[in-house]
């Protein structure tokens, strides 16, 4: 068992209502066991990036505490995908995409795994969430708070800061 860590994990959906795929993913992490949901960002209407189609994104951002290692976590998460629809094999639209952006203070650059994840520094969509939720977070290789990265991205159009319709928060 693994030393428990703080790991941040994004929410996207491009298909049906995205704030219930994006709560239903939530709570179905909370269902893992090694998994405590701790808080869950606002959602953001989001402009697609590098994916052509007319589908807007509901995007967020989760806060967990998780016994599970890097790969173990990666997996459930992926399985949560899966269960809810999603084929990763497929650039397309998708009811639900997870991706762990940050595990502790860990790096970790495999072929099935990246984190920090890749594209934190360049998508709005991930960095206005993650200021919201942790803004004083330092990225480890790029020693950048995520607000710090936030702000040299304001300038980019497209996302827009919602609120949860009345329905049930977990963790958060």
């Not at 998508?123 to 290789?141: D, K, M, N, S």
């Not at 020693?143 to 800061?161: F, I, P, S, Y």
């Amino acid at each position: 068992m693994e030393k428990p860590q703080q790991a941040f994990i994004g929410l996207g959906s491009n298909l049906g209502d995205g704030q219930s795929n994006l709560m239903a993913a939530w709570q179905r992490l909370g269902e893992v066991a090694g998994i405590i949901l701790n808080r869950l960002s606002s959602p953001y209407r989001t402009e697609p990036v590098d994916l052509d189609t007319p589908h807007w994104f509901t995007n967020a951002v989760g806060e967990i505490t998780t016994t599970l290692s890097p790969m173990e976590l990666l997996a459930a998460m992926l399985a949560i995908e899966t269960d809810m629809g999603r084929d990763r094999t497929l650039t397309k639209d998708r009811p639900v995409d997870l991706d762990l952006l940050y595990y502790g203070e860990m790096m970790i650059n495999s072929q099935t795994l990246t984190v920090p994840h890749p594209h934190i520094a360049g998508r709005l969509f991930v960095l206005a969430p993650l200021a919201e939720l942790a803004p004083e977070h330092v990225h480890p290789t790029l020693g950048r708070t995520n607000l710090e990265l936030c702000l040299e991205l304001r300038a980019q159009a497209g996302v827009e800061r919602q609120e949860w319709r009345a329905m049930e928060r977990i963790g958060g």
